[in-house]
T-cell receptor, first 116, second 113 residues
Framework: GAVVSQHPSRVICKSGTSVKIECRSL??????MFWYRQFPKQSLMLMAT?????????EQGVEKDKFLINHASLTLSTLTVTSAHPEDSSFYIC????????????FGPGTRLTVT | GENVEQHPSTLSVQEGDSAVIKCTYS??????FPWYKQELGKRPQLIID?????GEKKDQRIAVTLNKTAKHFSLHITETQPEDSAVYFC????????????FGTGTRLTIIP
């Protein structure tokens, strides 16, 4: 149980284009999902907290107009990197909490974004 | 906000020996402390967690201890095996609402055959 999927696993895009990453909870409903960014050999850096049916809460320093988050259903959250630049290249990982009252977070497999 | 420090950053142990990774946290309100294992290019996987109402939790070769007074918690892996090689992250959170996890900086554990 508590499986989280992410799509795509890898994506290469050109500077200036937008990329959408999907995060799905496969066997549970997730009222809260989190989006992280991870640079090589570094820790996970929380970008935003996504709640179903409401606006995401962004961490300090994260541009909400550049990283658009939509949590339209209890099993799907999307992260759109708009007008991507090479410095946006990174490993993006989502996580989800299985339902209200749960504290555990289960992670997706991550999406490696390369912007050329 | 919460700050989590993790030590050591790298750790090498002989197969069969024990490994210990330590973390300290700053917010005394934190009451949930998970540990994640991440292999190269893969997702972090929850391996064990502890809440502040207990001082120790064990699951086969893995154990976590918590000292609330000192605000530190540790991961203990006994009888290490090559497949234990990975990066381990500790984290801290407040078990309330949508509280986020604050992660430590990670420990790269290498098991030497």
């Amino acid at each position: 149980g508590a499986v989280v999927s992410q799509h795509p696993s890898r994506v290469i895009c050109k500077s200036g284009t937008s990329v959408k990453i999907e995060c799905r909870s496969l066997d549970f409903q997730a009222t809260t999902m989190f989006w992280y960014r991870q640079f090589p050999k570094q820790s996970l850096m929380l970008m935003a907290t996504s709640n179903e049916g409401s606006k995401a809460t962004y961490e300090q320093g994260v541009e909400k107009d550049k990283f658009l988050i939509n949590h339209a259903s209890l099993t799907l959250s999307t992260l759109t990197v708009t007008s991507a630049h090479p410095e946006d290249s990174s490993f993006y990982i989502c996580s989800a909490r299985p339902g209200t009252g749960a504290i555990e977070q289960y992670f997706g497999p991550g999406t490696r974004l390369t912007v050329t | 906000g919460e700050n989590v420090e993790q030590h050591p950053s790298t750790l090498s142990v002989q197969e069969g020996d024990s490994a210990v990774i330590k973390c300290t946290y700053s917010d005394s309100a934190s009451n949930y402390f998970p540990w994640y294992k991440q292999e190269l290019g893969k997702r972090p996987q929850l391996i064990i967690d502890i809440r502040s109402n207990v001082g120790e939790k064990k699951d086969q070769r893995i154990a976590v201890t918590l000292n609330k007074t000192a605000k530190h918690f540790s991961l203990h892996i006994t009888e290490t095996q090559p497949e234990d090689s990975a990066v381990y992250f500790c984290a801290a959170s407040i078990d309330f609402g949508n509280e986020k996890l604050t992660f430590g900086t990670g420990t790269r554990l290498t098991i030497i055959p």
